[in-house]
């Protein structure tokens, strides 16, 4: 790739070139950090820097303990810092995002640093990039302390007096860093998620967001999370459409780690959510009827607040009219034909906004305007959501209802998503004219990408596969039950009985750790609520994922544990990392197919279906198989890991797809398990 420098003159990237001599037999890679010699670590290396220096694109398998992270790093680092260009690292989970920042890239800086020939890389930049909506603005905190009598009632200005000592001590103003919790009503005021917080309120030397954005716009590598990259592509609609090359930035070119989770993430941002407390907040922000508080009774707008009023009647009726329609004890309701309900909220939001509108005119230029802007930005975009739903407006989305109890009322929300997302991400990562890799550790589907390249749009995009150096012959064994029966027509659950007294004799029987999956939440529960005692008895801990408490706090927590028995669902398949005896064990209680009732998964079934294919062969199957190799990968970590994968669901033996995952595994030598013979057979390393 050749680019321009300051000067205009061009500057040649030495990625493929340098990138050979880190990776090689004996290079710098195994002589300054004495890491071992990996060739399928050297051949991802290759392919990475041959498409980041040719514009390409790459899709590539790499296997636990490739070391993929280094092999897409180093060539990217050096690209970044020879063609001024931007490096774009985007993962799925917290826990690859800090160990890129805090393990990887310094075993770059130590690599740099010390051989003579990356010097001129030594002093590469990073951020992390952060939503607004995470970073306190300074500007508006100011304005609601002047305010807060007017915006929160006491416990309320407490919190705010509060946060207002932490910013005079905090250096990122991040709310991750704000302990205890802070209210949501308050947070919303103070963000930096407003047209207020801007180059003209916020000086950038005091501003969190502004100095963090700084950072992030001189940087050479920028790491960000799925989440918000396919937040900031939804919104950025101009800039993808325009012939300019670049995914986020002007320039700039990427690689997507954890990309097996992109087609999901895609399908969720590229759709619309709204729900009935989003829009029930927005408007007491405006005006609380029950507290006397918010925008319009600072500006003393009577007839603005009665409008609000009005607006709220009419949310609580449009949507206690909506949770009718989903039938009771099931929490979806797929929308087939648009006017499932009167839009009786049109006018009363029109109303709102011209209120808006007329205050806004009032209002000279400044913070307070920009507040006005931003609520008027906010309330538009949910008529206009709301309008959208109700008529179906969006052609080649599946339109549906959801609900969800929350610790105060039944929140209902108005979603839809995108059949097919491939076409959107052509769009927006391979046709850019610039380099995009997407590598996961499971990204085929038995030896081929092809399903994976078709779900993404990337038809013409060269794929790689490098299989797991690890040793799982040795290292790993695998037992199937064999004797127990399988998912009943109930709704698929299986024999809870059964199911329980395997999972209690197979962490028992295992002096390590055990990570035990669940596809059903319900399932969780009723399973460790049975074994509770059992495991209090035998002096092991039991974590179990529930609301409130971190993935990464769970993790943490077996790891320190050594014993430690963690129930997790649809979050703990991927991305968790517990290495050594702490995780000595995998149970899969039963393979993981999506749901065939909830809406997306059934409608893109009709999809395939009046397309002439098979919705199980193209759609269930890969899928369940991607989802079940991410599963069982959380075992073996390291060339040292031993442990036993353990699977509770009798289908891989009696249904003719079970083939595929026992294909799949590492290691695809089992053993059958009865409670017959379970005592002699079931044999865990020591």
């Known amino acids: 790739m050749i680019s321009l420098n300051e000067g205009g003159g061009p500057v040649a990237s030495r990625a493929d070139e340098l990138t050979a001599a880190v990776f090689a037999d004996d290079g710098w890679l195994c002589d300054v950090l004495q890491l071992e010699h990996r060739p399928e670590q050297e051949r991802m290396a290759h392919a990475v820097a041959a498409a ?29 810092v020879d063609t001024k260009r931007q490096f774009l690292v985007s993962t799925h989970t917290k826990t690859l995002q800090e160990q890129i920042r805090d393990k990887d890239l310094a075993n770059c800086r130590r690599l740099f640093a010390a051989v003579p020939e990356l010097a001129a890389y030594r002093d590469f930049t990073s951020a992390v990039l952060m939503g607004k909506g995470n970073y306190l603005c300074t500007t508006r905190l100011k304005r609601a302390l002047a305010e807060k009598r007017e915006l929160f009632q006491s416990p309320e200005q407490d919190e705010l007096q509060r946060v207002a000592e932490w910013a005079k001590a905090t250096e990122t103003g991040l709310l991750i860093d704000f302990k205890p919790r802070l209210s949501a009503d308050v947070w919303e005021e103070i963000s930096a998620d407003s047209d207020a917080c ?81 829009l029930r907040r927005l408007l007491v922000q405006l005006y609380n009827p029950t507290k006397t508080k918010g925008l319009f009774v600072k500006h003393d707008d009577t007839q603005a607040c009665r409008a609000v009023e009005i607006a709220l009647e009419q949310t609580a009726y449009f949507f206690a009219g909506l949770a009718e329609r989903i039938p009771l004890g099931k929490s979806t309701q797929r929308v087939r034909e648009p006017g499932i309900a009167e839009n009786v909220l049109g006018g009363p939001l029109n109303a709102v906004l011209a209120r808006l509108d007329a205050l806004r005119t009032k209002l000279p230029e400044g913070v307070a305007q920009d507040e006005v802007t931003a609520k008027h930005r906010r309330v538009s975009s949910y008529r206009e959501g709301i309008t959208s739903w109700l008529t179906l407006a969006r052609e080649g989305h599946v339109h549906w209802l959801e609900s969800a109890k929350s610790r105060r009322e039944l929140v209902i929300h108005l979603r839809s998503a995108p059949l097919d997302v491939s076409a959107e991400l052509r769009e927006r ?68 009985d059964m199911l329980t007294d395997y999972v209690r004799f197979c962490t028992l029987a295992v002096p390590g750790g055990s990570l035990v999956l669940f596809t059903s939440y319900r399932d969780l529960q009723d399973v460790a609520g049975r074994l509770a005692a059992d495991y209090r008895t035998a002096g092991r801990p039991l974590l179990v994922q529930e609301a409130g408490v971190s993935r990464s706090d769970l993790a943490e927590r077996l790891r320190q544990a050594g014993n430690g028995v963690l129930f997790g669902t649809e979050s703990f398949w991927t991305g968790i990392d517990v290495p050594g005896n702490a995780l000595a064990q995998v149970i899969i209680t039963r393979l993981p197919f999506e749901p065939p009732n909830h809406p997306v998964a059934q409608a893109r079934a009709e999809w395939i279906a009046s397309e002439g294919g098979n919705p199980f062969a193209q759609l269930a199957l890969p899928e369940a198989l991607g989802k079940f190799r991410q599963g069982i990968g959380r075992l073996i970590r390291s060339k040292t890991d031993r442990g036993v994968v353990t699977i509770l669901d009798p289908r891989v033996l009696t249904k003719a797809y079970g083939r595929e ?9 089992f053993e059958r398990l009865t409670r017959a013979n379970r005592a002699e057979t079931f044999r865990p390393f020591v």
């Not at 090359?245 to 895609?266: C, K, M, N, Q, W």
């Not at 380099?435 to 749009?457: K, N, Q, Y």
């Not at 995952?661 to 030598?669: D, M």
Request: proline share 5%; net charge negative; with cysteine.
């Open 52 to 80: 980041m220096c040719g514009d390409t694109s790459l899709l590539c398998e790499a296997g636990t303990g490739v070391g993929k992270s280094l092999a897409y790093l180093v060539p990217g680092l050096i690209h970044a």
């Open 198 to 278: 801007s180059a003209k309120n916020c000086a950038d030397g005091k501003c969190f967001y502004r100095r963090a954005k700084a950072r992030c716009d001189a940087a050479n590598l920028l790491i960000v999370n799925h989440s918000l990259l396919f937040t900031l592509m939804a919104v950025n609609d101009a800039f993808e459409k325009s012939p300019a090359s670049g995914i986020l930035r002007l320039e700039d070119f990427a690689v997507l780690d954890e990309a097996h989770t992109v087609p999901d993430i895609a399908t969720e941002h590229l759709g619309l959510g709204l729900s009935s407390s989003g």
């Open 429 to 496: 990562l391979f046709s850019r004219h610039t380099a995009a890799v997407l590598t996961s550790a499971t990204l085929a589907t038995g030896s081929t990408i092809e399903p994976f390249r078709d779900r993404v749009g990337a038809h013409a995009v060269e794929t790689l596969i490098e299989k797991s150096p690890f040793d799982f012959a040795r290292h790993m064994r695998v037992y199937l039950a064999a004797d127990i029966p399988e998912p009943t027509a109930n709704e698929g659950r299986l024999d809870l």
């Open 661 to 669: 995952f026992v294909a799949c595994l590492p290691n695809p030598q």
